[in-house]
């Protein structure tokens, strides 16, 4: 039987107002549905019917018995409410499996990229208190089991390494799953959770130096996914395919794995994007729905001039992460014989769709309209003043799948969030009549490199520790495939010039990201300065975008 909720307030998560929150629920916004109990839910309305695709293919029925086979075992750890758990998986089957796993007996994943390295993990973890990290054994050539080890001595609190395939010295999913699976019906904690609680920590894209802890709750996350799903007309017929990584907040919840799963879709996981490979999968799976990022968008529409697959399976390709060219929007439909549906959202909450019933122009040239009539919009100057309809402003906003503030951050929160809860995005944005929105740029010192936010201060101070730079910046330049490309203009100590594939070394021996690398390097005497004695990136991008 199933214990009374749980409501202890997770320590530095900052709730709903609770008479915004019961709003929300007399409106049937927030259904009180707990996200580990999920797999349950389908596999009592679907058992036989197909779930996860692929290799490792399994029914509904089969996938709820590895979840709570899966939850047993975590539970056997000693993992339970509240612990935060590192999760870095590739697109493999066993990512719902751990992701509802851990959900189920009450543990936070704590959603890490598999391009994360150990300057991330081991900040992540820190900031989380995480307990326990589970992750693959080699994903593409990178042995994640070294990196383990490495984070675990960076981060003592953490108890427990599982490894999804050849363990090592650590635990086997695999056999914990199986060492379980006589619990895989029971009853855990995460059956008992607070609905309204976070039920997991998604990443944020680190605007502001390092990356950030943004919680979702079971009942904004349910919301998210579902109401992605109506929009996207997702049906027991589709089939969606997770190209992105699993572990961003697109591919899984816009409408993603869950919204998928949620009306009786299969869902593929896809390891390599590259056309070669999606386009196989695309034939094979008879796949319907997908989800991508401009450059590789872009990169699609090309290949379909060598690659000879057969994708008329294909209806709607989601593009989003980055704003896409009108270029590429309009030659989507003729080259893949899909809707294309631009996506303008943010993990910290807002989603915005372009609709089945908009024009090719209004889905050529906007970047969507506001998921719900319930979220709400700002836009705002410098000085936080609601600019006149049609103006270029920041992009502020509030609603009942929008965050009020990071985990664990309240310095920041002050600056991220207005007194009456509005979430200051940092993207300028221009409304039009429609209620459409035109993305114009960032507010924010970030590189949107092919849909991964670099954000500029975390790799200027990495940059800053070479003993051969004085100074240094770090600007976006337009670049025709990956939207922005990241740039490098350092001032250097003495005679010596450094070069990038110097400070490449150097950013890789701090463990940094790869996707973080800049493209490229500029070297100057010394960096231009505004008149109040700031570097001028607006003079440096001009200034390199021209050469």
């Known amino acids: 039987m199933t214990s009374p909720i749980q409501s202890l307030r997770l320590d530095g998560f900052v709730p709903v107002p609770d008479d915004v929150a019961a709003g929300y629920r007399k409106r049937g916004?927030?259904?009180?549905?707990?996200?580990?109990?999920?797999?349950?839910?389908?596999?009592?309305?679907?058992?036989?019917?197909?779930?996860?695709?692929?290799?490792s293919a399994l029914t509904f029925a089969e996938l709820d018995e590895r979840v709570g086979a899966a939850a047993a075992g975590f539970v056997g750890l000693g993992l339970g409410p509240h612990d935060r758990v590192i999760v870095q998986m590739p697109n493999t089957a066993d990512f719902p499996v751990v992701l509802f796993g851990l959900l189920r007996c009450g543990a936070l994943p704590v959603l890490c990229l598999p391009g994360h390295r150990e300057a991330e993990l081991t900040h992540l973890a820190t900031l989380a208190s995480a307990t326990a990290l589970i992750t693959a054994d080699i994903v593409a050539g990178f042995d994640h089991r070294e990196l383990a080890a490495r984070v675990c001595a960076d981060v003592?609190?953490?108890?427990?390494?599982?490894?999804?395939?050849?363990?090592?010295?650590?635990?086997?999913?695999?056999?914990?799953?199986?060492?379980?699976?006589?619990?895989?019906?029971?009853?855990?904690?995460?059956?008992?959770?607070?609905?309204?609680?976070?039920?997991?920590?998604?990443i944020s894209g680190g605007t502001t130096g390092r990356p950030k802890l943004i919680p979702r709750t079971h009942d904004d996350y349910d919301l998210n996914a579902r109401a992605?799903?109506?929009?996207?007309?997702?049906?027991?017929?589709?089939?969606?395919m997770a190209t992105l990584p699993s572990a961003h907040n697109f591919p899984?919840?816009?409408?993603?794995?869950?919204?998928?799963?949620?009306?009786?879709?299969?869902?593929?996981?896809?390891?390599?994007?590259?056309?070669?490979?999606?386009?196989?999968a695309i034939e094979r799976h008879r796949v319907t729905v997908t989800a991508?990022?401009?450059?590789?968008?872009?990169?699609?529409?090309?290949?379909?001039?060598?690659?000879?697959?057969?994708?008329?399976?294909?209806?709607?390709?989601?593009?989003?992460?980055?704003?896409?060219?009108?270029?590429?929007?309009?030659?989507?439909?003729?080259?893949?014989?899909?809707?294309?549906?631009?996506?303008?959202?943010?993990?910290?909450?807002?989603?915005?769709?372009?609709?089945?019933d908009d024009s090719a122009e209004v889905v050529a040239t906007t970047q969507g309209r506001p998921l719900l009539a319930e979220d709400e919009i700002l836009v705002v100057d410098t000085e936080g003043r609601p600019v006149t309809p049609g103006t270029v402003g920041e992009l502020l906003t509030r609603g009942p799948y929008t965050i009020r503030g990071y985990y664990?951050?309240?310095?920041?929160?002050?600056?991220a969030f207005t007194a009456d809860g509005f979430y200051r995005s940092g993207d300028l944005v221009q409304v039009q009549p429609s209620g459409h929105l035109v993305v114009t740029g960032r507010v924010k010192d970030v590189v949107n490199r092919g849909g991964e936010g670099v954000p500029a201060d975390e790799l200027e101070q990495l940059l800053l520790g070479h003993p051969?730079?004085?100074?240094?910046?770090?600007?976006?330049?337009?670049?025709?495939?990956?939207?922005?490309?990241?740039?490098?203009?350092?001032?250097?100590?003495?005679?010596?010039?450094?070069?990038?594939?110097?400070?490449?070394?150097?950013?890789?021996?701090?463990?940094?990201?790869?996707?973080?690398?800049?493209?490229?390097?500029?070297?100057?005497?010394?960096?231009?300065?505004t008149a109040v004695g700031k570097i001028d990136k607006k003079a440096l991008v001009v200034r390199f975008t021209a050469t």
């Open 228 to 240: 992605s799903a109506d929009v996207c007309g997702l049906t027991a017929d589709d089939v969606y």
């Open 468 to 529: 051969d730079i004085r100074d240094a910046a770090v600007i976006g330049l337009p670049d025709a495939t990956l939207g922005e490309r990241v740039c490098a203009v350092v001032v250097p100590r003495a005679a010596v010039v450094p070069t990038l594939a110097g400070l490449i070394e150097h950013l890789r021996a701090s463990g940094l990201a790869t996707f973080k690398f800049p493209d490229s390097l500029q070297v100057l005497d010394a960096l231009p300065l």
């Open 29 to 55: 916004l927030w259904r009180g549905v707990r996200l580990g109990d999920l797999p349950r839910v389908w596999a009592d309305r679907w058992p036989d019917r197909p779930a996860v695709l692929g290799h």
């Open 292 to 356: 991508v990022v401009p450059p590789l968008a872009q990169l699609w529409v090309a290949a379909t001039e060598w690659e000879d697959a057969d994708l008329s399976s294909l209806r709607l390709l989601q593009v989003g992460g980055a704003k896409l060219a009108a270029v590429t929007a309009r030659a989507i439909p003729d080259a893949l014989g899909c809707t294309v549906q631009q996506v303008f959202g943010m993990a910290e909450g807002l989603l915005n769709y372009t609709r089945s």
């Open 156 to 202: 003592p609190a953490i108890r427990h390494v599982v490894i999804a395939g050849e363990a090592g010295p650590y635990r086997s999913l695999a056999g914990l799953i199986a060492d379980h699976r006589h619990a895989a019906g029971e009853d855990w904690p995460g059956s008992a959770a607070d609905p309204s609680e976070p039920a997991l920590l998604l």
């Open 252 to 280: 899984l919840a816009c409408p993603g794995i869950i919204g998928a799963l949620g009306v009786g879709a299969a869902v593929h996981l896809l390891a390599d994007p590259s056309p070669e490979s999606a386009f196989a």
């Open 408 to 415: 664990r951050a309240a310095e920041h929160n002050r600056r």
